[in-house]
């Protein structure tokens, strides 16, 4: 295997220049820019700036663009960050429970995790009774599932959705 086909499967972003580093910098704080804003802010004129964002698509750095909401302003600012230890650990097993937790959209994160627990959900919903109805009528009864622990947060310190650029290799 060429070592240009192994960074592409690490996602190593070695075939990353600094003006496509710009450009993913700067769609992850306002993927609504148009193409010639864009240009504008990294230095290139619409047309090879709209070429490399596609490129940039077709390599698959750019997965999707969404909007983000506000979770206060849609009454959805509680935030419950589940641990779950699953009954049985075969393949099977694993595998149905991540199937399920694709079907429940209060389910917004879901990690397979090291230590204790087997995968660590966060759980976005409007109150402590909308996450306790959750519980009882859904959570328990993923496949699988042996044991929940519910931490809730008490106040967002930080949160974004922008990776650290800055920190990959150049």
């Keep these: 295997m060429s070592s240009e086909s192994t960074r592409a499967k690490r996602g190593a972003g070695g075939d990353l220049d600094a003006i496509d580093r710009r450009i993913l910098a700067t769609l992850q704080e306002a993927a609504d820019l148009s193409m010639q804003e864009l240009g504008d802010r990294v230095g290139l004129s619409h047309t090879p700036c709209w070429r490399r964002v596609r490129r940039l698509e077709e390599r698959g750095y750019i997965t999707r663009r969404v909007t983000l909401l506000d979770g206060n302003r849609l009454d959805l600012a509680v935030n419950v960050f589940v641990n779950v230890n699953l009954r049985r650990h075969q393949e099977n097993a694993l595998n149905r429970f991540e199937e399920a937790v694709q079907d429940v959209p209060e389910i917004v994160e879901c990690y397979t995790v090291s230590g204790e627990t087997d995968f660590m959900l966060r759980v976005v919903v409007s109150d402590v009774s909308a996450y306790e109805r959750l519980l009882k009528a859904t959570l328990v009864h993923l496949p699988e599932v042996g044991n929940l622990t519910s ?20």
């Design 151 to 170: 931490t809730f947060a008490l106040r967002q310190v930080k949160y974004t959705t922008a990776l650290p650029l800055e920190a990959s290799p150049a």
